[in-house]
C-alpha cells in the first residue's frame, strides 16, 4: 500500500500559547493596577490614609506575582485550555477569586493596611480585564487556525465509518485546529489508499505507535473499533509518553455540548454520563420571563427603525406594511407571525415556479437575487429589519427570541424523525444556523445547529447567540 507521509512538524507556535497567556496577564494586571492606584486616589469614595500609598509599593509586586502563581497552580497556562471550551474562563476566574480571597484573609490576620479601595479596583476591574484579554488571545487563535496556523497534527484510528464521522467534525470546526492527515485502520479493512471521505489510509490500527513517529503526529484520536482492549489503549500510552503525542479517545457520540457530560471514575473505569436532552428546560418559566423582559426593551428601542420602515414600505408601492404568514410553533400549534412586507403583493403565487427555476425544494426555501424582493425590501432584510414585527410574537408568547425558525406547513410536513424535535421548543427570531452563516448554510447544517441547540439549550447559550447575531446582522453575511 502506498504510504503517505506529511511535510514538515506540527506547528512550533503552539508551545508559545502558554506563555503569550502570561504575558497578555501580566500586561492586563499592571494596566489594571494602574488604574486602581489612580482610582484610589482621585475618588472621593475611597480614603487617603497617609502610610497607604507606600503600603502599595510593596504588596502592588507582590499581589500581583501571587495572582500569576494561582492561575498557573489552577492550570490557567496548561497547553491543552486553549482555544475551545469554557474551562479557560473558569480556571482564570476561580483563580482569581481565591486570589482575592487569599489577600483579604492574609491582609487581615497581618494587620497590612492594604486600600481598601485599591482592592476594590484591583479585583473589580481585574476579572473582567483578564476574562476580556483571555477572549481576545482566544478569537485570533481561532483567526489563525482558519487560515492554516497553529495546527495540529493529528491520526484518526479505527474503523473507517468511526474515522470519516470523527474527520467531519474536525472538518466542519477549522477553529479548533485539528489537521488530520490520515487515518490507521483496522487491517482486516485495509483495502484502499483512502477512506470514503478521502482520508489517506496510512497504515493499521496494530502498529499505531510506529505510524504515529513516522507520520510526525501530535495528537492521535482514537475512534471506534480501533482497539481491541483497554489494555491496549494503555500500552499505547505508555509508548508514546516520551515522543509528547496527546493521547485522545473519541466516542461516538456528537453534538452534545461540554454541560451534559460528566465523567465519573468507577474502579478505575472513566464512565461518560450524558445528562437527558434539554428541551423542557428551553420551555421554561425562565426562559419566557428573558423573551417577555426582552421583547419589551426592544421594543421600545428600536421604535424610530419600525416608524422609517414602516413608512418607506407604503410610500414604495402602497401595498400592506406588514406580512401576515401562518407559521408552525410549539407543539406543532398554528400562529400567524408577523414581518415587514419586502416582496411584491403577489409573492406567494411565485414560489412554486421559482423553485422549480432553481432546482431547490420547500424545506427552508431561499434564493439569491429573488426576483419578488422590492427595493426597500432589500435593505430591509440585508440588515434583517423585516424580523423586528416578530418582536410582537416574542412578547404575546409565539415566538422566543432565541430559538429554530418558524417554518410554514408544508416545509414541516417535509420533515423526518430526527426534524421533528425543532417543533418541541417555541421557534426564535434568531438562533445558532442564523449566528453560524445564516443561507450559505447547507439544510442539513442548518437543521443539524437547530437540534443541537434544542437539546442543549442553556440561557448562557442564549444570551451569546443573541450578542453574536448583532455581528452577523450588521456584517449582513448570508442574508438575501
Known amino acids: 500500500m502506498k504510504r503517505t507521509r506529511t511535510l514538515g512538524p506540527p506547528s512550533r507556535a503552539l508551545r508559545y500559547l502558554p506563555v503569550s497567556a502570561l504575558v497578555l496577564d501580566l500586561i492586563v494586571m499592571i494596566g489594571v493596577f494602574v488604574l486602581a492606584v489612580l482610582g484610589r486616589s482621585r475618588l472621593d469614595v475611597f480614603d487617603t490614609a497617609s502610610g497607604i500609598a507606600s503600603s502599595l509599593q510593596v504588596a502592588g509586586p507582590m499581589v500581583l506575582l501571587g495572582w500569576l502563581v494561582v492561575i498557573a497552580a489552577f492550570g490557567g497556562y496548561r497547553d491543552d485550555v486553549f482555544g475551545a471550551g469554557t474551562d479557560e474562563y473558569k480556571r482564570v476566574f476561580n483563580a482569581s477569586l481565591v486570589t482575592a480571597g487569599l489577600l483579604g484573609v492574609g491582609c487581615y490576620l497581618a494587620k497590612f493596611p492594604l486600600s481598601r479601595g485599591f482592592f ?53 470546526e477549522p477553529w479548533l485546529g485539528y489537521e488530520v492527515i490520515g487515518a490507521l485502520l483496522p487491517r482486516r479493512e485495509m483495502r484502499g489508499e483512502h477512506t470514503d471521505s478521502g482520508l489517506p489510509v496510512i497504515g493499521a490500527c496494530e ?24 489494555a491496549q489503549l494503555r500500552q499505547v500510552a505508555w509508548d508514546l509518553e516520551k515522543d509528547e503525542v496527546q493521547v485522545v479517545v473519541a466516542p461516538s457520540v456528537s453534538d452534545i455540548s461540554s454541560e451534559r457530560v460528566r465523567i465519573r471514575p468507577v474502579g478505575g473505569l472513566p464512565l461518560m454520563h450524558i445528562d437527558p436532552p434539554r428541551a423542557t428546560d428551553a420551555s421554561s418559566i425562565g426562559k419566557r420571563s428573558f423573551d417577555a423582559v426582552g421583547s419589551l426593551a426592544l421594543i421600545v428601542a428600536f421604535t424610530p427603525i419600525f416608524l422609517f420602515a414602516a413608512i418607506r ?19 406543532g400549534e398554528e400562529f400567524t407571525c408577523l414581518k415587514y412586507r419586502t416582496m411584491v403583493v403577489n409573492a406567494d403565487e411565485l414560489v412554486g415556479q421559482l423553485q422549480t427555476d432553481v ?3 420547500a424545506l427552508l426555501f431561499k434564493m439569491k437575487a429573488d426576483p419578488r424582493i422590492t427595493k426597500p425590501g432589500k435593505w430591509i432584510r440585508r440588515f434583517s429589519v423585516d424580523e423586528l414585527p416578530q418582536l410582537f410574537n416574542v412578547l404575546r408568547g409565539d415566538m422566543s427570541l432565541v430559538g429554530p425558525r418558524p417554518q410554514v406547513a408544508q416545509e414541516v410536513a417535509l420533515y423526518n424523525g430526527p426534524m421533528s424535535r425543532r417543533l418541541r421548543v417555541r421557534p426564535g427570531m434568531t438562533g445558532l444556523w442564523q449566528v453560524s452563516g445564516r443561507s450559505e448554510l447547507s439544510i442539513q447544517e442548518a437543521i443539524r445547529l437547530d437540534l443541537y441547540y434544542v437539546d442543549n439549550w442553556s440561557l448562557v447559550q442564549d444570551v451569546s447567540i443573541l450578542g453574536r447575531t448583532v455581528g452577523a446582522v450588521f456584517g449582513s453575511r448570508g442574508a438575501y
Open 313 to 331: 414600505i407604503k410610500m414604495h408601492d402602497g401595498g400592506p406594511i406588514l406580512f401576515r404568514q401562518t407559521r408552525i410553533g410549539r407543539n
Open 120 to 172: 476594590l479596583l484591583a479585583f473589580g476591574l481585574g476579572v473582567p480585564a483578564l476574562m476580556l484579554g483571555r477572549w481576545l488571545l482566544r478569537q485570533a487563535v481561532h483567526r489563525a487556525r482558519r487560515q492554516g496556523y497553529l495546527q495540529h497534527r493529528v491520526l484518526i484510528a479505527g474503523s473507517a465509518e468511526h474515522v470519516d464521522e470523527i474527520a467531519a467534525v474536525l472538518h466542519r
Open 359 to 361: 432546482g431547490q425544494s
Open 207 to 230: 502498529d499505531v505507535t510506529a505510524e504515529v513517529r513516522a507520520s510526525g503526529a501530535d495528537i492521535i484520536f482514537f475512534a471506534g473499533g480501533a482497539l481491541t482492549s483497554a
